[in-house]
């Protein structure tokens, strides 16, 4: 019986560390497991230039638990971006690529892009500078059903993205559907984030007969049990396109409840690393987790694997219901249950 594994120390791809107090609780669990994590430029202000990058990068490494934390910025992508400062930033590693959130797609996405063919001069620039195209692949439009907005974004925009740039490098983040799991798949330089919780959850969980659960509401929705089933073979077997990205989304507990249920967003960092052990415990397949959460992500970003390593533990780990911490009180994710696994 395993009582310890020991990994690569992982990465977490994909969490919104967002402003003021929140940040400095987020980079406090973000940065208790991971080495390094991508922060998603949309703050309330988006990160559109190099300077708006650093002071960022600079505010989360300060506050971080460990030392050698790094934070990696992505550019937030509009349609009136400053192109020089830009291709600037790429080149001296201060953009660690550019992120694509479609107008109104999820929080603060309205300054997003209205018409993505306007912008494929900044997919010119990214596939010249061997830089990534990160992707909130969702469409927002009044005709489509919530639960297919990524497979409508697949066929109507990305698969057009990837005839036009075969040489780009994408991430298709948060992988939601079995559709974007083949979609990954069978398409060359292109990767995807898997978050647990769409790993853990279906509708059923969000949508209860006539109420909305609001601490399982997120974008993209969680969807049917074929999907998840789906998003774990691919992390757990079939990932050497996939790798961690928890898209760790916190809400003030006064933001997010029942009284304002569609704030999307869920906050997994206090457990990230855990939460996927058990999943892959689950799957049979805890061997390969090494691969999924300290591997393949930076094997995909060009950046060096870490050359520390974690242990984890099998012990009975009750998930707090909260976290709090002065002004900032936050509903966790698995709050309240056991789990076989903690980080030591």
């Known amino acids: ?89 790429l080149q001296k590693n201060i953009f660690i690529g550019a992120k694509l959130y479609p107008n109104n797609a999820t929080t603060n996405s309205h300054f997003g892009v209205n018409n993505i063919k306007n912008i494929y001069n900044i997919f010119e620039i990214l596939e010249k500078n061997n830089k990534i195209l990160l992707i909130h692949g969702e469409l927002n439009r009044s005709d489509i059903d919530i639960f297919d907005r990524e497979k409508y974004f697949i066929d109507e925009e990305l698969n057009h993205i990837r005839s036009s740039f075969k040489d780009l490098k994408i991430v298709l983040e948060h992988v939601s559907s079995d559709y974007g799991v083949d979609f990954v798949k069978t398409n060359s330089n292109i990767s995807g984030t898997i978050t647990p919780h769409h790993m853990l959850l279906t509708k059923k969980d969000v949508f209860e007969k006539d109420k909305i659960n609001p601490h399982h509401y997120c974008m993209p929705v969680v969807k049917n049990e074929k999907d998840l089933i789906s998003l774990r073979k691919a992390a757990c077997f079939d990932n050497t396109k996939f790798f961690l990205g928890t898209d760790s989304a916190p809400h003030h507990v006064n933001d997010k409840n029942q009284n304002n249920p569609l704030k999307a967003g869920i906050f997994s960092s206090p457990s990230s690393i855990e939460l996927y052990a058990s999943i892959f415990e689950e799957e049979n397949a805890l061997e390969n987790l090494e691969i999924f959460s300290s591997i393949n992500g930076p094997k995909f970003y060009n950046l060096e694997i870490n050359r520390d390593y974690l242990i984890l533990e099998k012990t009975n780990f009750n998930i707090p219901e909260y976290t709090q911490e002065e002004n900032i009180k936050i509903k966790n994710f698995y709050g309240n249950q056991n789990i076989n696994w903690k980080a030591l």
Request: charge should be neutral; glycine fraction near 2%; charged fraction near 20%.
């Open 1 to 89: 019986m395993t009582n310890h594994i020991k990994i690569i120390q992982p990465d977490d791809w994909h969490v919104h560390f967002r402003e003021g107090d929140m940040l400095s609780v987020v980079t406090k669990y973000s940065s208790r497991v991971n080495r390094r994590c991508i922060a998603m430029p949309n703050t309330l202000i988006p990160i559109t230039t190099s300077a708006e990058a650093l002071n960022y990068k600079k505010l989360i490494e300060m506050n971080a638990i460990k030392k050698n934390f790094e934070a990696l910025i992505p550019c937030y992508l509009t349609d009136n971006l400053n192109i020089s400062d830009f291709e600037y930033a």
